[in-house]
Structures are given as C-alpha cells and as structure tokens.
C-alpha cells in the first residue's frame, strides 16, 4: 500500500538525511510512520511525504470557494494523492490545545476536505490532542526502554495537558517532552520521536490519548474510504 503523508514537518514523518559513512542519504522515519504500521497491523505499507506548507494551491480543478481551516489542504493532499496514484492519504495536524470542541473542529475540517475532495482512496485524519508529543507521553514502559528513571512520573491524562510554549518548566507537551528527554538522556528530536512510537503500547495509549488516538485508530483500521460528494456539495 502507497500512502501520501501529509505533516507538518520532519519531527513527524522523517526525512532523507546524509550518511557520511555511505556517501549517500537515508530515509530516516518519523513517528508517523510507525505508529500507522502498528496500529493498522500492516507491515506492507511504502510512504511519501509533502509538508503542509507545500499545499498551496492545486492547478486544474476550476475556480471554488476556499474552505474554511485545515479542510482547503485536506482537500489538495486528496486531489494529489488520488492524481499521483497513492493507495491512501493521511493529513495530520495538531489540535494545538486541550479543549475537546477544538479537536472536534480540526477533525471535522479534514474530513470534510476529503469529503468534498471526491477521491476514491482512502483518506485518513490524524488530529493529536493537544499535540503529537501528548501521544508520545502515554506510556512509561516505552520512556522507561530509552533510559527514563522509574522515579520519574508521567502524565496521567496526556492529552489535556497544555501551559505556555515557552516555558521551559511548565506543563506544555512540548516542554514536559524535552524535561523528560533530559532525564531519560536523549534528545527531544525526530529520533526519539520514531523510538517511542516503536515501543509505545498501543492499549495503554488508547485508554490514556481516548478521544484522539481512538479516532485515528478507528478510521486507520477500516480504511475511512470516503465517497465522492453529492451533487449538490
């Protein structure tokens, strides 16, 4: 299966990166990549990448209203995937917050996007609340393997916690991220990223990440396989 991953950036789906030993460059994953495998229980599975930011615009589909938030670049990723022959899509962003109605919306944007997209693949949303590194919290065990003292405690409820970005001692998930990091002796990078969603226990992270994750699973492994829109869309 050829999946198109659509993310903001390297942290989330890898990148080619330089092997000065091989003279040559390797496909280094993010934690997507992983995380879809496991979860969709599919070994067979070869992935693309295109950064959000890449969506700008898509030529010959005639003029139409933009769509509202993140369902105008779910729409363009489905048109692409569907035009360069991919087997599936998936569009992932963050809800950027712990509020349950915010990731209602974001989630409804991208499948409303695939929705009016009329592409006959399967279309897939991945809407981490409130960001990938809360999913990337849900399991000691996983943080325990990296090197993580069993001293030091995780979140109970990782994807409500939120504080401000920029303190570095507070309880944004990015932040409790690279404190843990520290204590574990590794780095808040795509590396630690990919090595946690190598070990993560998908049932412990499906009871802790309920609302996000639990769609996300549930659309990944029946395929989402959305319809063309009616006529009148």
């Known amino acids: 299966m050829r999946v198109l991953l659509c993310a903001e950036g390297v942290s989330d789906f890898g990148a080619r990166e330089f092997n000065s030993r091989r003279l040559d460059h390797d496909d280094r994953e993010g934690w997507l990549q ?3 495998r496991r979860t969709a229980a599919l070994a067979d599975m070869e992935f693309a990448r295109r950064r959000r930011g890449e ?12 769509l509202p938030g993140h369902a105008e670049k779910a729409f363009i990723a489905a048109r692409i995937a569907a035009r360069e022959g991919f087997d599936a899509v998936m569009f992932m962003a ?13 989630h409804a944007q991208i499948l409303d996007g695939f929705r009016k997209a009329g592409v006959r693949i399967a279309s897939l949303a991945c809407v981490p609340k409130s960001m990938a590194e809360s999913w ?5 065990g996983a943080w325990h393997a990296l090197g993580l003292p069993d001293r030091v405690p995780l979140p109970r409820d ?4 939120w504080g401000p970005k920029r303190d570095p001692h507070g309880d944004h998930p990015k932040a409790l991220f690279a404190r843990l990091c520290t204590e574990a002796g590794c780095a808040p990078d795509r590396g630690t990223h990919n090595a946690l969603a190598e070990r993560i226990d998908l049932e412990v992270l499906a009871k802790a990440c309920a609302l996000s994750y639990g769609a996300f699973a549930a659309d990944l492994r029946r395929g989402l396989a959305v319809t063309p829109p009616a006529a009148n869309d």
């Not at 809800?95 to 349950?100: G, I, M």
């Not at 990337?136 to 000691?140: S, V």
């Not at 990782?158 to 916690?161: D, Q, Y």
């Open 34 to 36: 992983p995380l879809i």
């Open 55 to 66: 969506l700008l615009s898509l030529g010959g589909v005639g003029r139409r209203p933009r």
């Open 94 to 106: 963050d809800a950027d917050s712990p509020v349950p109605s915010v990731w209602r919306t974001k």
């Open 136 to 140: 990337l919290l849900a399991d000691g």
């Open 158 to 161: 990782p994807e409500n916690l």
